[in-house]
């Protein structure tokens, strides 16, 4: 089955850029679109990036997405950092042997 | 605005069934276009998809779950439920239910309900 795999944690200052991977397991990310989504505790995930780089209308352009086909990857950036980013994040993806859904493990970002 | 709340007990006992409903306001299930969906949180872990179901029935299940998994529509309620069977402590968890955007995003959420599996 195909997995998504993202480093559990994450940690930078405000003011800077992060970058958080999701690897994908084998065959191709780019065949599906990958999303992003953030969680603060004790509520729903929310969408960051859909359709690979897009921003759903609110989310600020400190966000974005990408995908890197030689390492079957795909990136979230946060830039200019602040402490209201601190955060789960989680990307998703499809399993196209079974038209599932799949998520990563989740990373978490602390904004210190 | 589309709006999605769970409910359902937050007790259930080991080997029983839990069932949980999702009622859908400010949109119609039957519109098309999105699949609706069950995703749960253990507590302190991640995300797992548990399933969905389009407003014609059709389904598609975890591999890891689909033995014991059901997901159901009912149009004219607006409400699609879940049903899994034979719980144990491993399926404590929180239970979200969702709109998936048709290969989208999961763009609407319910608030979740956590749901223990003790005797």
């Known amino acids: 089955n195909f997995m998504l795999t993202q480093p559990h944690s994450v940690s930078e200052s405000p003011g800077k850029t992060v970058t958080i991977s999701c690897t994908g397991s084998s065959g191709s990310i780019a065949s599906n679109y990958v999303q992003w989504y953030q969680q603060r505790p004790g509520s729903a995930p929310t969408t960051v990036i859909y359709?690979?780089?897009?921003?759903p209308s609110g989310v600020p352009d400190r966000f974005s997405g990408s995908i890197d086909s030689s390492s079957n990857s795909a990136s979230l950036t946060i830039s200019g950092l602040k402490t209201e980013d601190e955060a789960d994040y989680y990307c998703?993806?499809?399993?196209?042997?079974?038209?599932?859904?799949?998520f990563g493990g989740g990373t978490k970002l602390t904004v210190l | 605005q589309v709006q999605l709340q769970e409910s359902g007990p937050g007790l259930v006992k080991p080997s029983q069934t839990l069932s949980l409903t999702c009622t859908v306001s400010?949109?119609?299930?039957?519109?098309?276009?999105?699949?609706w969906s069950w995703i749960r949180q253990h507590p302190g872990k991640g995300l797992e998809w548990i399933g969905y179901i389009y407003y014609s029935g059709s389904t598609y299940y975890n591999p890891s779950l689909k033995s014991r998994v059901t997901i159901s529509v009912d149009t004219s309620k607006n409400q699609f439920s879940l049903k899994l069977s034979s719980v144990t402590a491993a399926d404590t968890a929180v239970y979200y239910c969702a709109r998936e955007h048709g290969n989208r995003d999961f763009d609407y959420w319910g608030q979740g309900t956590l749901v223990t599996v003790s005797s």
């Open positions: 998703q993806s499809y399993d196209s042997s079974n038209q599932g859904v799949v």
């Open positions: 400010g949109g119609s299930i039957s519109s098309g276009g999105y699949y």
């Open positions: 359709e690979d780089n897009q921003r």
